[in-house]
């Protein structure tokens, strides 16, 4: 908080002059910054494609309704598939980031400098790599179907249960493992009733909420052929059937807030 | 239970769900769910074989990836996505600052925050691919139409948690601030701004960090960034290429992540 003077009065100001500077300088370039972007992105735009824009989205919601509720027998089967993805995803997922995680938290690993690194770049790079890129090349390389979406999903959430499961396991308490030691516990044996129970409630947290999140990734696993309720999308949509994507539109809202539903019940349950 | 009794039992784990029925019900469940499920999923094992090889190639791939015969599709790709990301992700938190203000249940009317919470709903529901494949549709294709859609999806994710963090604040500064007078406009800025701007800032962060992500798969729809080049080295097989893509992005996610937390830590 810094007082200026005006006129000999004395006015409240938020900053100094030195920080106030500071603050312009750096609207200044990221307005700069934004507008560069814009600007090479507005270059690369058609503006009569998007002027047309309204018109079209008009056109295209009246073709939607009403959504053709008599398809909807061909989609129990794709729905059921998308949440065995979802749910099989998560499944692989956890069970492969125990471990990773256990390597990677800093007070567990076997060696911060050899096996914390490797642990850490797994991490890394099943996070960074959306799961409809890992969909990409499974299906590349295994062929189309449900189970390389299995795969996609589960490669892709083993990053994410694993970082959140190595912080909560570096933030437990080590007094209670040291107790559990000094018993004469082995090391196998500390794990078990030192770390575990400390870890557990954050572990199906974390569970519960990829799974969430990989019921709506896996939405779209099938546009590239993985399976799901995304096949009969893409099929609505290249036919240009557009009742029957609407259908499936909110039939992918419901799945989805059903979803969220149950799991946030059940870690509200858990916490 | 007599001291003798006790003291020759043996201390057992106490079970994680202490109803024995509901214990037994939920492994009932789970186990028949898992044999339905795996009995419904259908793998083709000689595919799947035939495919290893493949597999083992594109792995091999990586020593060492090709940077540079496809290098300068490769980098405007990059470059495209960088700009789609910067330019929705500030596009997107602009507007999700309304809807997060109208999506607070403490200070938004009834019929301002069903319909905020409807707008936040519907855009958290729908994954960035099938937003994508909506707007390239009507914008056509292009940067343009992935960056609506990231700025869209932005407005789902940042407006929720917006509106929770307002939700979560503590009345007692907002209260002081209007008690002096201030008009509606003041009373958001000086009152409820403070506090929740230091975690909203670290939450912008990690938006960018997000929406660079998925920059990479708007691309495959048509949206335009690197997504599109990486399908097309995908589909030509060319996997030393795709590789080199996919190291570019893993090393620009770390990098971004690293100074995004640096930078959180030295806003709070």
């Known amino acids: 908080m810094a007082i200026a003077s005006k006129d000999g009065a004395k006015?409240?100001?938020?900053?100094?002059?030195?920080?106030?500077?500071?603050?312009?300088?750096?609207?200044?370039?990221?307005?700069?910054?934004?507008?560069?972007?814009?600007?090479?992105?507005?270059?690369k735009t058609i503006w009569a494609f998007v002027?047309?824009?309204?018109?079209?989205?008009?056109?295209?919601?009246?073709?939607?309704?009403?959504?053709?509720?008599?398809?909807?027998?061909?989609?129990?089967?794709?729905?059921?598939?998308?949440?065995?993805?979802?749910?099989?995803?998560?499944?692989?997922?956890?069970?492969?980031?125990?471990?990773?995680?256990?390597?990677?938290?800093?007070?567990?690993?076997?060696?911060?400098?050899?096996?914390?690194?490797?642990?850490?770049?797994?991490?890394?790079?099943?996070?960074?790599?959306?799961?409809?890129?890992?969909?990409?090349?499974?299906?590349?390389?295994?062929?189309?179907?449900?189970?390389?979406?299995?795969?996609?999903?589960?490669?892709?959430?083993?990053?994410?249960?694993?970082?959140?499961?190595?912080?909560?396991i570096e933030e437990i308490d080590e007094s209670q493992?040291?107790?559990?030691?000094?018993?004469?516990?082995?090391?196998?044996?500390?794990?078990?009733?030192?770390?575990?129970?400390?870890?557990?409630?954050?572990?199906?947290?974390?569970?519960?909420?990829?799974?969430?999140?990989?019921?709506?990734?896996?939405?779209?696993?099938?546009?590239?052929?993985?399976?799901?309720?995304?096949?009969?999308?893409?099929?609505?949509?290249?036919?240009?059937?557009?009742?029957?994507?609407?259908?499936?539109?909110?039939?992918?809202?419901?799945?989805?807030?059903?979803?969220?539903?149950?799991?946030?019940?059940?870690?509200?349950?858990?916490? | 239970m007599t001291l003798a009794a006790t003291l020759t039992r043996r201390w057992q784990k106490p079970p994680l769900i202490k109803r024995a029925w509901l214990r037994w019900a939920l492994a009932l469940g789970a186990a028949i769910y898992l044999a339905l499920a795996f009995g419904t999923t259908e793998v083709n094992w000689t595919r799947v074989w035939e495919g290893l090889p493949r597999g083992a190639r594109f792995f091999a791939a990586f020593f060492p990836p090709d940077f540079v015969s496809r290098w300068s599709e490769i980098f405007d790709g990059i470059l495209e996505s960088l700009w789609m990301t910067v330019v929705a992700?500030?596009?997107?938190?602009?507007?999700?600052?309304?809807?997060?203000?109208?999506?607070a249940k403490n200070i938004a009317p009834a019929p301002v925050y069903y319909f905020c919470r409807g707008i936040l709903a519907v855009s958290r529901s729908f994954q960035e691919v099938i937003l994508a494949i909506f707007f390239v549709k009507l914008f056509g294709f292009g940067p343009f139409a992935g960056c609506v859609t990231l700025a869209f999806a932005t407005i789902g994710f940042y407006g929720k948690l917006l509106a929770e963090d307002i939700e979560d604040m503590d009345p007692a500064q907002a209260e002081a601030v209007r008690a002096t007078g201030a008009g509606w406009l003041q009373w958001i800025n000086y009152g409820v701004q403070p506090q929740v701007l230091p975690r909203m800032i670290g939450l912008g962060l990690y938006r960018f960090d997000i929406n660079f992500r998925e920059s990479a798969v708007v691309g495959i729809v048509g949206g335009g960034g690197i997504g599109a080049t990486l399908n097309t080295a995908f589909d030509r097989y060319e996997f030393d290429s795709a590789a080199a893509i996919l190291l570019i992005i893993i090393a620009i996610v770390m990098v971004v992540e690293y100074s995004s937390g640096y930078l959180r830590r030295w806003v709070q």
């Open chain 1, 11 to 43: 006015v409240w100001q938020r900053r100094d002059r030195k920080a106030q500077f500071a603050t312009w300088a750096v609207y200044l370039t990221s307005t700069a910054i934004f507008v560069y972007c814009w600007e090479l992105i507005s270059e």
């Open chain 1, 51 to 168: 002027w047309d824009a309204p018109a079209q989205a008009g056109d295209l919601f009246a073709r939607m309704v009403p959504p053709d509720w008599g398809s909807i027998h061909g989609l129990w089967r794709p729905i059921w598939d998308t949440l065995n993805i979802a749910t099989l995803g998560t499944l692989m997922a956890i069970i492969i980031a125990v471990p990773v995680a256990y390597c990677a938290a800093r007070n567990t690993t076997p060696s911060v400098a050899f096996v914390r690194p490797v642990a850490l770049f797994i991490i890394v790079s099943s996070r960074s790599i959306n799961s409809l890129i890992w969909a990409l090349m499974l299906v590349t390389i295994i062929g189309p179907g449900v189970f390389a979406g299995i795969l996609s999903i589960g490669l892709r959430s083993i990053g994410f249960c694993a970082k959140l499961l190595y912080e909560a």
């Open chain 1, 177 to 271: 493992v040291e107790a559990v030691r000094a018993t004469g516990a082995s090391g196998g044996q500390a794990t078990a009733y030192g770390i575990v129970p400390q870890v557990l409630p954050a572990f199906a947290g974390i569970s519960v909420f990829r799974w969430d999140i990989n019921i709506r990734e896996s939405t779209v696993l099938g546009l590239v052929g993985a399976g799901g309720i995304g096949l009969p999308l893409n099929a609505a949509i290249t036919t240009l059937a557009w009742t029957q994507v609407s259908l499936i539109l909110l039939i992918i809202i419901a799945t989805v807030v059903a979803g969220e539903w149950v799991s946030a019940k059940v870690r509200h349950a858990i916490i």
């Open chain 2, 89 to 103: 992700t500030v596009i997107g938190i602009a507007l999700s600052i309304p809807v997060g203000i109208g999506a």
